[in-house]
Structure formats: C-alpha cells, structure tokens
C-alpha cells in the first residue's frame, strides 16, 4: 500500500486529494485519470449486464409456466427467490472487496462467473436435451436433470452478481475526488447518470429481447445479451489505465460493527461524560498521517458512546468518537434499511404479477402483432429514462436555488417522494384489477386461457408511476448508502441498497406462497390461483396497499430522527469538513 501523501503537497504537484492510486499503488493525477473519461469504459458493462439480468427476469415467470410447466405460485415464488439471491449476494461480494481484494479485483474475477452463468443458461434454453419434449400438445415435465442444469445456471448468475453489483458502481463513484469542488459537483450527477445507463439496458430487454424470446426462440434471447456482456467487459478493460484506485486504511472494515458493541457493553458501568470531548479520540496529527477521515460526534444511539469512554483502569485503549460514529451510521442506515422493504416488495410485482395480469388481458396491436406482456415493463424503463434528464437539468437545479442544497433536497427527502408515488401506483394497480374482474364477471369469462376483452394498456399507468417513482427512490437509495457509509466500507454499504431488493423479492415470495395457502383453504378460492380470471389479484393488491401506506408512516418517523453524517479530513494548515458531502474549507 502506498503511504498516503499530504493534501497540501498532493494539491501541488496535481495529484488527487483523496489519495487514490492507480492498480500498481501509485498516486495519481488528478488531470489524466478518473471522472467521466473514466467511468465512459464502466456505463457499457452497466447497460449490458442490465441488460442481460432484465432479459432474464422479465419474462422468467412466463419461461418457468410455459417451457418447464410449472404453477403460477411455484414460477412467482422461483423468480422471486433466484431475483432476490441475485440481490442479497452482494453483501458476500462486498465484504470481499472491502477486506481482502479490492473492488477492481472481485469485478473482474465475479464478472466471469456472471458470463460463464449466461452461457450455461443460454446453451440450457437452446438444447432440445435439456428442455421438456410435448407430444400432440401433450408436454412432459421437465425432469431432474433439465430443471437442475437450469437452475445451476440461474444461480451461478447471481452468484457472479454478487461481485459485480456492490462494487461496479462504487467504483464508478471512486473516480471523482470529494476533496475537489469541481469533481464534487460533477459526481452529484454521476449517480443519474449511472442508473440512466442502466435503465438503457433495461429498455432493451424488456422491448427487444422479450420480443425475441417470444418470437424468434430463447436461445437467441439469452445469447445476445450474453455477446453483449462479453464486449462490454473487453471495453471496460480498455480503460484499466485511466482507473484510480482507493485504498483501504482499515485491515477488517467490517471488525469495529463487533468491536464497538462489544466495547460499549463491558463498559456499561462506567460513566457517561456530559461533554462529548471528554471521550477517546485521537487528535488531528493522526488524521494527517493516516489519511483517514474523522466522523464528528452526534447524540444518537449514545448507548454505544460508553465504547469511548476513558477507563484508566482497563489494560485496553477504548474505542475513538470515529469508530464509534462509524458504527452509528450503519445502524442509523439499517433502520433505513428496513423500511425499504416493503417498496422493494410493491418493485417485485413488475416481473412477476403484473406480467401474469397482462397475459389474461388484450395484447393484439392491429390484427397480426400481439404485445408480449413483459413488455409492459419497458414503459417502466421508458418513464425512468425520461425522468432522469429532467431531475437532473430542471428539478435539481430549481430545488437547489430554493433550498440551497447541491442536491436539490436531501437523500431522504428524494426517497420519501418515491415512497408516495409508489403507493399511489399500487392503488391504481388495485382500481384496475378491480375493472377487470368487473369485465370478467360482465362477460362471464371462467377459463384460465380465455381472453378478457379489456385493452393491456389499462396497466399502463402503474408501469409508468413505478418507473418514475424508481428515480426518486431506487437512485436516491443507491447514493444514500454509499454516501452514508463509513469511509473503509462503502462497498458493504451499498449492498444496503441491493440487499434491501434482494429481501424484497423473498419477502414478495413468502407474501405470495402465505396468501396462497390462507385464502385456499378448505372450498375456498385463492387470491392467487393458476386461474387468474377465476381469483381474487385485486384483494391482493388491497393488501399491499395497506402495508405499503403503513410502511410510508414507518418511513417519516425513521427520516425524521436520521442524522447525517459529518466528517473532517484534517490536513496541514487546515481542514476540509464535509456534512451530508456538502463541501467547506474552515481553518483548524
């Protein structure tokens, strides 16, 4: 590890202030690498692999019903769970890059395995061997070997997205140096920007690739994301030599989480001081010499202070205000945390029973084509690319004259308006289904394959609510976790983001298997049945409106007693103190 340069004499000879390196451990400068000439090699893989995982997701629960034959809860409780490993693998990924190899080297090493998945699921979908054969109409269940080999390949995938996920995207954010005000201003769009490319892909898949599956055969579906995938990793390669590093300045980033606790729980007898500068910490020539960051004091969770209080008598220093904060911010997240998962739940239904819902509906366009109904979800995507110029050009900019915040408002203020438009969204999903059950009951419609003469555009506007709500509350979590997280452990934090998704899809699909075995008890009809013209979605789709309102109250007291977080680098001859990344010079 390169030892980290004072600011004042990396300012002057033009390297970055924030003591990135580039893959040897060098200092770098700050003219010739990083920003968006860098993070240009990044978007490509974004897209792509977006690409590649909505191409799979989207239409997975009409693969799983209509090629290996399975129910409508069973193919809604699969997706949901390869969906939600998909998101919870991250975390793995992430411990792994803060600790041990670094974000560029678990990309690299995860983004083969994600490509070797692709291949395998593409040579699974293409083979005659490894698909049910059907005999006069008639099809055969898939067997243990064909079921087995697919779902390897579904799985292997998520485990190559464990290591891609968390660290891509952060990585993309190390590329702008917080110390420099114009690199600063720069990275307050980067995340935009970033989910834009992302969104790009996603379009993509829900609009061509799905088409394609559909029409053209699942094995080209797969195998053209799965080229793409392969290019965009040889471009982001392309760029190695621009890349700027950060180095870790921890060992274990993750050991204060159990070492602050533990601290604070030995020294539960001993007495809090009234001041806050009464307690350990250590002073500024040590920030100066390590190049870390110092977090400020704040009066929350003051349980966990007693780690940092002086006992003359212990053998052992205690733990500094730093580390103490540090382990505050992740618990002040966590509480976040939880009241994202019932968004992510309302976000599960796009792939899963909105698709369903438009399969029973009217998708002929003229009198030969007929719209795919995962397609629908390209107006998600749509919606999403549209909103993000205009958050970014017009509404961030009027917002930051009013409030005077770089951003616009606050992170949190940016998902609570998401929160309200996803409830909005949800209800006009229950006002619709509650129209299609009306027309099914009008034109005594009984059978699962019977067509309801109700036009698939009825679905339109939650698709499109979704979407724009996804652009307050999808990019703003992204940003809040890595902005929020202790300096040595942003890559874990940002799996606050991806495994938030990731419980709500398993959420979504122990929802979906519990309702299913409550309502259908005995003689009784399930909410969710193989028939859908025969169910009851729209009670469903009550409930989740009535937990979704109760979480957006959870939200408001949560976002409420959330304190951001404050830190100094101190350096010589002065310091630069950042709260909530709103930059300021202050003499010491």
Partial sequence: MHPTLPLNHMETKGYTQDGTVDLRGRPVLASKTGKWKACAFLVGYEAFERMAFYGIASNLVNYLTTQLHEDTVSSVRNVNSWSGSVWITPILGAYIADTYLGRFWTFTLSSLIYVMGMIMLTTAVSLKSLKPTCTNGVCNKASTLQIAFFYTSLYTIALGAGGTKPNISTFGADQFDDFNPHEKELKVSFFNW?????????????????????????????????????????????????????????????????????????????????????????????????????????????????????????????????????????????????????????????????????????????????????????????????????????????????????????????????????????????????????????????????????????????????????????????????????????????????????????????????????????????????????SHLDYYYGFLLVISTLNLGAFLWASSNYVYKKETKEVNGGCIEMENKALEISPL
């Fill in 194 to 534: 970033w989910m834009f490319s992302s969104f790009l892909g996603a379009l993509v898949a829900t609009l061509g690739l799905v088409y394609i599956q559909e029409n053209l055969g699942w094995g080209l579906g797969y195998g053209i994301p799965t080229v793409g995938l392969l290019f965009s990793l040889l471009v982001f390669y392309l760029g190695t030599p621009i890349y700027r590093h950060k180095v870790s300045k921890t060992k274990s980033p993750a050991s204060n989480l159990i070492q602050v606790p533990i601290t604070a729980f030995k020294n539960r007898k001993l007495h809090l001081p009234n001041n806050p500068s009464e307690l350990h910490e250590h002073d500024p020539q040590h920030y100066i010499n390590s190049g870390k960051r110092q977090v400020h004091y704040t009066p929350i969770f003051r349980f966990l202070d007693k780690a940092a209080v002086k006992d003359g008598n212990s053998g052992r220093p205690p733990c500094t205000v730093t580390q103490v904060e540090g382990t505050k911010l992740v618990l002040g997240m966590l509480l976040i945390w939880l009241v994202t998962l019932i968004p992510s739940t309302i976000w599960a239904q796009i792939n899963t029973l909105f698709v369903k819902q438009g399969t029973t509906l009217d998708r002929s366009l003229g009198s030969r084509f007929q719209i795919p109904a995962a397609s629908l979800g390209s107006f998600v995507t749509l919606s999403m690319l549209l909103s993000v110029p205009m958050y970014d050009r017009y509404f961030v900019p009027f917002m930051r004259r009013k409030t005077g915040n770089p951003r616009g408002i606050t992170l949190l203020q940016r998902l609570g308006i998401g929160f309200v438009i996803q409830v909005i969204a949800i209800a006009i999903a229950y006002a619709v289904e509650v129209r299609r059950l009306h027309v099914i009951r009008a034109h005594q419609i009984v059978g699962p394959k019977e067509i309801v003469p109700m036009n698939i555009f009825w679905l339109l506007p939650q698709y499109v609510l979704l979407g724009i709500a996804d652009v307050f509350n999808a990019i703003g979590l992204l940003e809040f976790f890595y902005d929020q997280s202790p300096e040595d452990m942003q890559s874990l934090g940002t799996t606050f983001f991806t495994s938030g998704i990731g419980v709500g899809n398993f959420l979504n699909s122990f929802l979906v298997t519990m309702v299913d075995k409550i309502t259908g008890r005995g003689e009784n009809k399930s909410w969710i049945g193989d028939n859908l013209n025969d």
